[in-house]
């Protein structure tokens, strides 16, 4: 009979989510196409209609090959997302058109069902789990919030995240201050980089804390660490780790490089 231990349980639960999640309809493996949206009215690959972005909005004029809300379009629509965030925004048959705000520059996704990233997904190939990448480290909140810019899985493209603190972490024979930004329900998130890059994970990856402790100690699981959308797709904006989330060693745990 095979005992298994509650992180073993956790952790594959947690894996299957994961991967279920990443290969819906419309998750990160349906991700096709990414278009910066002109100033005049311009044609893109994949689409039908003319496309804009002027004065804080998003255009496009069609004849009845987009549906918004169900209805077919015939004529101009607009609208309006905020910076980092999108929007479901249209569909072209199956085919979602996306729109996003990047930087202050509008663009739009395409996320299509039968994408080849989706059709030959087989799962997200990962380090076997251990115990000994689960570490306990300390959390140092900012006295207030601090925009700092990175840059991006895209060269055309930098971004500002909100750091809120540092996360203190002991490993191998080391010490290490990570910045942190907010992760939602008192957890944080790690982005960094380490001694995996480039051969067996992704250029960066992150992990998701447990929630700050009263003490302001943290639990970070390092079997939990995952790759970001741009690890999936060449359309990615992920932004990069704070200038100084680098951790001297290799983390031999979590999310490897997708093959």
Known sequence: MTVVSDLEQDWHTWHAAREQDLNT??????VVAFDWLPASPTALSGLPGIWWATDGRAYVTADGELTLNGDPVHGTVSSVVAEAASLSWLLCGDRLVELVLR???YAVRQRDPQA???RDFTGVPTYPL???WVVRGY???YAEPERVEVSTARNDLRQHVTAVGTVHLALGDSAYELVATPAGDGRLSLSFHDDTNGDDTAPWRTVTTGVVERDQSV????NRTINLP????????CPAPVPGNRLGLPVTAGEKKVR
């Open 130 to 132: 251990n115990q000994d």
């Open 219 to 222: 639990l970070v699981d390092f």
């Open 116 to 118: 080849p990233t989706r």
């Open 230 to 237: 741009f690890a999936f797709t060449a359309y990615g904006t």
């Open 25 to 30: 309809d419309y998750g990160w493996l349906s």
């Open 139 to 141: 959390y140092t909140p």
């Open 103 to 105: 930087g202050g520059r």
